[in-house]
């Protein structure tokens, strides 16, 4: 149930929903799903479906991983990226292919622990990963080309914002029960906002787990 003609059907799938860019496709079609979930529910890897990691957590569905790296790479290839609720690591290591370099925060410090060690064990070398509060960002290593996120605050976080380089962009569910996908670019006039589509992530929750 991983194997290659598997992983095909999978991407088929992300481009009959709309994904293009060869780059994003490439990354998906390289990138193992099934070392960043449970061994239990590793059959169910390539499925177009979001699926539990423990904690409340949830992997991404890879439709909404292959449409915000798609939306990221909108502009060219940015250098320094910001992920805010990296999980067990599958963006982390979807943009690692994508983006120059990647600082990752993740709440969960088990969770941050497992991102770590899958990393390691496929050779990425171009993540930092701390466990920390992503609603803070990462001050000390601001100002970011890219912000993603992968977990929902209620409203936009200002403190994002404010670490986002000039022409930089945030992408970001946010909302309650209802969310959307938001897309803001930093320009000389302001922060420039745009609604992508409808989603539904887990919230992005107030400091850390250890």
Not at 63 to 83: D, H, I, T
Not at 104 to 123: F, G, S, T, W
Request: with cysteine.
């Amino acid at each position: 149930m991983t194997s290659q003609r598997t992983r095909e059907r999978l991407i088929q799938r992300l481009m009959d929903q709309g994904i293009s860019q060869f780059e994003v496709l490439e990354a998906i079609r390289s990138v193992p799903r099934h070392l960043f979930v449970d061994e239990a529910l590793a059959h169910r890897s390539y499925e177009d479906t979001a699926l539990p990691i423990g904690y409340g957590q949830t992997l991404s569905q890879p439709y909404m991983v292959a449409r915000m790296s798609q939306l990221a790479l909108a502009r060219g290839r940015p250098k320094k990226v910001l992920e805010l609720g990296s999980g067990s690591g599958y963006q982390t290591a979807i943009l690692a292919n994508l983006v120059d370099e990647i600082c990752a925060i993740e709440r969960i410090k088990p969770l941050v622990d497992r991102a770590k060690k899958q990393l390691r064990a496929l050779r990425i070398r171009n993540v930092r990963m701390r466990h920390g509060d992503g609603l803070e960002g990462w001050p000390g290593e601001a100002p970011f080309d890219l912000i993603l996120g992968a977990a929902a605050p209620e409203q936009m976080p200002m403190a994002l914002l404010d670490q986002l380089a000039p022409g930089g962009r945030l992408i970001l569910p946010v909302g309650g029960r209802r969310q959307q996908l938001m897309m803001v670019t930093a320009s000389p006039e302001g922060f420039v906002e745009e609604i992508v589509e409808e989603v539904n992530f887990v919230p992005m929750i107030q400091g850390v787990v250890r």
